[in-house]
């Protein structure tokens, strides 16, 4: 498995932005396909967006479509999460995950979990 840290998560206003990040360690970063999931308090754990290993690949929520951005610099380690257009409904415990089988939206999928970092948009 690959150890995974997320960072960059606040509080910010309603239609403000953030980038998270999430920085890989312990394996070959190149061969994880990545994701972004979130939980927020009371809900079932939700697919935000994934990346494959290239970066060429992406599939995001029908909730943060145009709004949010994966990517990923294999060079770092790092996958990032830009999101604009903050919501309050975008609140939630924010997690990266990786998997080498292929390029998942279900959180099942992955074997490798950040301890995720906490984003609050306020209205």
């Known amino acids: 498995q690959v150890q995974l840290v997320e960072s960059g998560g606040g509080l910010v206003q309603a239609g403000g932005s953030l980038r998270l990040s999430c920085a890989a360690s312990g394996r070959t970063f190149i061969n994880y396909h990545m994701g972004w999931f979130r939980q927020a308090p009371g809900k079932e754990r939700e697919f935000v967006a994934t990346?494959?290993?290239?970066?060429?690949?992406?599939y995001y929520a029908t909730s943060v479509k145009g709004r949010f951005t994966i990517s990923r610099d294999n060079a770092k380690n790092t996958v990032y999460l830009q999101m604009n257009s903050l919501k309050p409904e975008d609140t939630a415990v924010y997690y990266c995950?990786?998997?080498?089988?292929?390029?998942?939206?279900?959180?099942?999928?992955?074997?490798?979990w950040g301890q995720g970092t906490q984003v609050t948009v306020s209205s």
């Open positions: 995950a990786g998997t080498t089988i292929f390029i998942a939206t279900t959180g099942e999928s992955y074997d490798s």
């Open positions: 990346i494959g290993r290239s970066g060429a690949i992406t």
